[in-house]
């Protein structure tokens, strides 16, 4: 092969930088201008420099109650990521093995994914609205609905968290050595010490980037939200609500908030990931690299 | 599946069985058919809940009857014969709906047709340019970080260059290319489209490069010393092996795309119809069966394009 570097390769690194700057030019943006001064607008140039517009939602004078809404994306997130990583983790061993339906649950994942959003969405008010007039109609006349955060909100999350969950399970385990579990057994360890002692550790990098995906798509959740949340509403839907009537830098204030938690989450998860990958080769075994 | 494990279990079915039996008494009171239930049995749980049976409501729903303020359960064809209103009266013109699939179909081309040719060359990038693993993580990541970012902020981060005074209009005036503002910056098809890109070319690259990173280097070098261009391995070897990757991209985008409300909505000032836009209007009516009926609709069509492409490639052997 040639020696050096072809000249695609400089058209193709200009092309990534482009596309690069399409992608966070925009977001960047928007961040500057929530540092305006008070009589800053929705455009370059900006006026003055300050943080009038971000103290001004954490007074809660601004547009919606935004403390409550931070509070119930931030809890549902935790439980969503929580749900996700148990539930992808199990069904990842489980598929390493031949069992009955293990096609039906591959297909209702991919399916999952692929549906559109609102379709799912709808489906599942639809289903939570008979759910209640069943109810209302055999048990109890004054109840209100079983709709909610934790109820059809928590599993519209699911059906978006856990078909990339099961997906990041298949990558890991496409990479994963057998023989590493058969020599723990061979020394007597019990499957559940075998999971706990090899499997966990070796696959945790990835478990906690299966993590991050769970918290970060639920935070940020709107299409799947938008029908099956129920009476309150989740950061991206006030978000959303905003959207129709921008009239001033407070709605890039409150891009720049959500945006710092997803930014301090995904620091965080990268963070953790680089220090246990970096343990594991500090403290790998050396077999296989020769006699000392 | 362990391969020692089977050969020795055709070797000596005992001997495997017998070690299994040893290893803890309370594994072998649990078959593995049900450790395997146990493990798989919450995940299909959720998606049976959540996914598989809020589908038949969907669309059970879209045969009952409605009126101005609620459901009734009985069987209709109302939510279909609704939408369909006019279709055959206003023959050879396009009826409502199916126009908004018109506009729906157009939108989800363009789409696709920009998101597969960013999403092909970025992947081509960092799978064959860029040698050192901790570049291709590091560069990987970099196209990563916006996916776990809001999408809604996302969009109104355009609003600030695209608006009648936003920094591209400035700076085409500034310029003198133009005299006054350019109007459909914004609000328009242009800029749905301009987000629907931004949102989910990422959708488009994973795939892509995933599938270009198992294509064993030594067929280009093949083609090389067979003598072929740089165009004819591309042609001829590189994007027939990104098929897959292409194909499963593809149907990411495109699903996307169909059922947007969302991006089509804010990015078009509400003033775009598409295919998921009229279920959410039907609902925001309180029509269900009418947004069912739609659901219905969007779904089949949607199926009926995936089931084309993935004739294309099997999926399952892909993952």
């Given at each position: 092969?040639?020696?050096?570097?072809?000249?695609?390769?400089?058209?193709?690194?200009?092309?990534?930088?482009a596309?690069v700057?399409?992608?966070?030019?925009?977001?960047?943006?928007i961040?500057?201008?929530s540092?305006?001064?008070?009589?800053?607008?929705?455009t370059?140039?900006?006026?003055?420099?300050s943080?009038?517009w971000?103290t001004?939602?954490f007074?809660?004078?601004g547009?919606v109650?935004?403390?409550?809404?931070?509070?119930?994306?931030?809890?549902?997130?935790?439980?969503v990521?929580?749900v996700?990583?148990?539930?992808?983790?199990?069904?990842?061993?489980a598929?390493?093995?031949k069992f009955?339906?293990?096609?039906?649950?591959?297909?209702?994942?991919?399916?999952?994914?692929i549906?559109?959003?609102?379709?799912t969405s709808?489906?599942?008010?639809?289903?939570?609205?008979?759910?209640d007039?069943?109810?209302?109609?055999?048990?109890?006349?004054?109840?209100?609905?079983?709709?909610?955060?934790?109820?059809?909100?928590l599993?519209?999350?699911?059906?978006?968290?856990?078909?990339?969950?099961?997906?990041?399970?298949?990558?890991?385990?496409?990479?994963?050595?057998?023989?590493?579990?058969?020599?723990?057994?061979?020394?007597g360890?019990?499957?559940?010490?075998?999971?706990?002692?090899?499997?966990?550790p070796?696959?945790?990098p990835?478990?906690?980037?299966i993590g991050?995906?769970?918290?970060?798509?639920?935070?940020?959740?709107l299409?799947?939200?938008?029908?099956?949340?129920?009476?309150?509403?989740?950061?991206?839907?006030?978000?959303?609500?905003l959207?129709?009537?921008?009239?001033?830098?407070?709605?890039y204030?409150?891009?720049?908030?959500?945006?710092?938690?997803s930014?301090?989450?995904?620091a965080?998860?990268?963070g953790?990931?680089?220090m246990?990958n970096?343990?594991q080769?500090a403290?790998?075994?050396?077999?296989?690299?020769?006699?000392? | 599946?362990?391969?020692?494990?089977?050969?020795?279990?055709?070797?000596?079915?005992?001997l495997?069985?017998?070690s299994?039996m040893?290893?803890?008494?309370?594994?072998?009171?649990?078959?593995?058919s049900?450790?395997s239930?146990?493990?798989?049995?919450?995940?299909?749980?959720?998606?049976?809940?959540?996914?598989?049976?809020?589908?038949?409501?969907?669309?059970?729903?879209?045969?009952?009857?409605y009126?101005?303020y609620?459901?009734?359960?009985?069987?209709?064809?109302?939510?279909?014969?609704?939408?369909?209103?006019?279709?055959?009266?206003?023959?050879?013109?396009l009826?409502?709906?199916?126009?908004?699939?018109?506009?729906?179909?157009?939108?989800c081309?363009?789409?696709?047709?920009i998101?597969?040719?960013i999403?092909?060359?970025v992947?081509?990038?960092?799978?064959?340019?860029?040698?050192?693993?901790t570049?291709?993580?590091?560069?990987?990541l970099?196209?990563?970080?916006?996916?776990?970012?809001?999408?809604?902020?996302?969009?109104?981060?355009?609003?600030p260059?695209?608006?009648?005074?936003?920094?591209?209009?400035s700076?085409?005036?500034?310029t003198?290319?133009?005299n006054?503002?350019?109007?459909?910056?914004?609000?328009s098809?242009?800029s749905?489209?301009?987000a629907?890109?931004?949102?989910f070319?990422?959708?488009?690259?994973?795939p892509?490069?995933?599938?270009m990173?198992?294509?064993?280097?030594?067929l280009?070098?093949?083609?090389?010393?067979?003598?072929?261009?740089?165009?004819?391995?591309?042609?001829?070897?590189?994007?027939?092996?990104a098929k897959?990757?292409?194909?499963?991209?593809?149907?990411?985008?495109?699903?996307?795309?169909?059922?947007?409300?969302?991006?089509?909505?804010?990015?078009?000032?509400?003033?775009?119809?598409?295919?998921?836009?009229?279920?959410e209007?039907r609902?925001?009516?309180?029509?269900?069966?009418?947004a069912?009926?739609?659901?219905?609709?969007?779904?089949?069509?949607?199926?009926l394009?995936?089931?084309?492409?993935?004739r294309?490639?099997?999926?399952?052997?892909?993952?």
């Open positions: 092969m040639k020696e050096g570097r072809p000249r695609s390769f400089y058209v193709l690194a200009i092309f990534f930088a596309y700057l399409f992608l966070y030019g925009p977001m960047i943006a961040y500057m201008l540092f305006q001064g008070p009589q800053g607008g929705l370059f140039p900006m006026n003055g420099v943080t009038y971000l001004k939602l007074q809660g004078t547009i109650d935004l403390g409550a809404a931070f509070r119930r994306s931030l809890l549902l997130g935790v439980i990521m929580a996700t990583v148990v539930l992808s983790v199990a069904a990842g061993m598929f390493r093995r009955r339906a293990q096609s039906i649950l591959f297909y209702s994942a991919i399916a999952s994914l549906v559109p959003s609102i379709i709808l489906g599942i008010s639809l289903e939570f609205r008979i759910i007039d069943l109810i209302k109609a055999h048990w109890n006349e004054n109840f209100e609905t079983s709709m909610g955060l934790l109820t059809s909100g599993g519209a999350h699911l059906t978006w968290t856990l078909p990339f969950g099961l997906l990041i399970m298949f990558a890991i385990f496409n990479r994963f050595d057998p023989r590493l579990e058969e020599a723990a057994r061979d020394l360890a019990t499957p559940w010490q075998t999971f706990r002692h090899i499997v966990l070796i696959i945790l990835s478990v906690i980037g991050l995906f769970g918290f970060t798509l639920s935070w940020d959740e299409a799947r939200s938008s029908q099956a949340i129920g009476a309150v509403n989740t950061l991206p839907l006030d978000l959303q609500g959207t129709t009537t921008v009239t001033n830098p407070d709605i204030a409150l891009g720049t908030i959500i945006s710092a938690v930014f301090a989450v995904i965080l998860a990268l953790t990931i680089h246990l970096k343990r080769a403290k790998g075994s050396d077999a296989g690299k020769g006699l000392v | 599946m362990d391969t020692s494990d089977n050969i020795l279990q055709q070797a000596s079915p005992d495997v069985r017998g299994d040893a290893r803890s008494a309370k594994a072998a009171r649990l078959s593995p049900f450790i239930w146990l493990q798989a049995g919450p995940m299909m749980l959720v998606f049976l809940a959540f996914f598989l049976i809020p589908l038949v409501f969907v669309v059970i729903v879209s045969f009952w009857d009126n101005e609620q459901l009734l359960p009985a069987f209709s064809g109302r939510g279909y014969t609704d939408t369909f209103e006019g279709c055959i009266a206003q023959l050879p013109d009826c409502t709906i199916g126009k908004t699939y018109v506009k729906t179909l157009k939108l081309f363009l789409v696709w047709v998101t597969l040719f999403g092909f060359w992947a081509y990038f960092l799978a064959f340019h860029v040698k050192s693993k570049w291709q993580m590091g560069l990987s970099l196209c990563t970080i916006p996916f776990w970012t809001s999408n809604v902020i996302r969009m109104i981060a355009w609003i260059l695209l608006g009648r005074n936003g920094l591209v209009n700076g085409l005036m500034k003198g290319l133009i006054q503002p350019v109007e459909w910056l914004l609000f098809e242009f749905v489209v301009l629907l890109v931004h949102l070319t990422f959708f488009m690259v994973v892509i490069f995933n599938s990173i198992r294509v064993d280097r030594s280009i070098e093949a083609a090389y010393d067979a003598g072929a261009t740089g165009f004819q391995t591309l042609v001829n070897v590189i994007i027939p092996l897959p990757g292409i194909v499963i991209g593809s149907i990411f985008v495109i699903t996307i795309v169909m059922g947007d409300f969302i991006t089509i909505g804010v990015m078009g000032g509400q003033q775009i119809a598409a295919a998921g836009k009229i279920i209007t609902v925001n009516a309180l029509q269900f069966p009418a069912a009926a739609n659901a219905v609709i969007l779904l089949v069509i949607t199926f394009i995936i089931t084309m492409m993935s294309i490639v099997d999926i399952k052997k892909e993952l």
